[in-house]
């Protein structure tokens, strides 16, 4: 194993004794959001970049406690702020490459729906080009199949990917529609994060106003009726690469969506 797997471990088992809950240190290359916390059906996991496995212990007790207590540890902060920054300085802009953009599917057309989701929802916060970032993603293989996110938002790349087992007739187009507005909000809160505070490099995954927005939008109770109801046949589709196989709709939207959330569109961790 290598010395960054133990330090991920090392620095995961610390984090769950003293923060007092399950909580998964992992080092990524992210270059801007050099530090990412959020939820997900496991307990709490903290993204870092991979040079936060060599920093001092000042900084990672820095991290620990703006964990815990968010901006009330202003020292710890202001620590933490200072080493991101320097660190971004070294690591300098992040290098966008070229990725294959597949809009047009079996069932769906990314490339309508974004447009659609573009006009009604974000007029004037993105522009009409945001629709050439707008892909299906890659089927993962059997063996990678342990989890299931429906979508993603890539701020390196300014990309939103959708997962390829919506593409089907089985999936109704107002929840794929409702992907798409949850993955493009992700687009504008980064947006809005860095032109006020542009040397921010560590934030929330799903902030308060993220929240309030979703729930604001005029499909959402149905969207989360629908993938309460279909969460296991969506599962099954992608592992088996197969068609879903619906069954008969649950009486209300109740525990299960929560668990849903947790496992297809992970979750904010609190500072």
């Known amino acids: 194993m290598s010395l960054r797997a133990d330090t991920a471990r090392e620095w995961s088992r610390r984090f769950t004794r003293e923060l007092g809950r399950q909580t998964t240190v992992c080092f990524g290359r992210a270059r801007r959001n050099v530090v990412l916390v959020r939820t997900t059906s496991r307990g709490r996991e903290v993204r ?25 540890a202003r020292r710890a902060s202001d620590l933490l702020d200072a080493w991101i920054e320097e660190l971004a300085r070294r690591l300098g802009p992040p290098r966008r490459r070229s990725i294959a953009i597949e809009q047009e599917g079996v069932a769906h057309d990314l490339r309508a729906l974004a447009l659609e989701v ?3 929802e974000f007029p004037v916060e993105l522009p009409r080009s945001q629709v050439e970032r707008v892909t299906w993603g890659r089927r993962a293989s059997r063996a990678a199949r342990r989890t299931l996110q429906l979508g993603s938002y890539d701020p390196e790349r300014d990309v939103v990917r959708v997962h390829p087992v919506l593409d089907q007739s089985g999936v109704p187009e ?13 687009a504008v ?24 927005r979703e729930q604001a939008y005029p499909g959402f109770e149905q969207a989360m ?47």
């Not at 820095?62 to 009330?72: E, M, N, Q």
């Open 189 to 212: 809160i980064d947006r809005t994060v860095r032109e006020s505070s542009p040397k921010r490099r560590r934030r929330a995954h799903h902030p308060q106003e993220f929240r309030r």
């Open 225 to 271: 009726r629908w993938q309460a109801e279909h969460l296991s046949e969506l599962f099954r589709s992608a592992r088996s690469g197969k068609p879903m196989r619906t069954r008969a709709a649950l009486p209300a939207v109740s525990r299960a969506w929560k668990a849903a959330q947790g496992w297809l569109f992970p979750d904010e961790l609190p500072g």
């Open 118 to 120: 573009l006009a009604a």
């Open 48 to 72: 870092l970049n991979e040079h936060f496995a060599d920093a001092p212990a000042e900084v990672r007790d820095a991290l620990l406690a703006w964990l815990r207590s968010g901006k009330r």
């Open 174 to 186: 107002s929840f794929v529609r409702y992907v798409l507005f949850h993955e493009l909000l992700h």
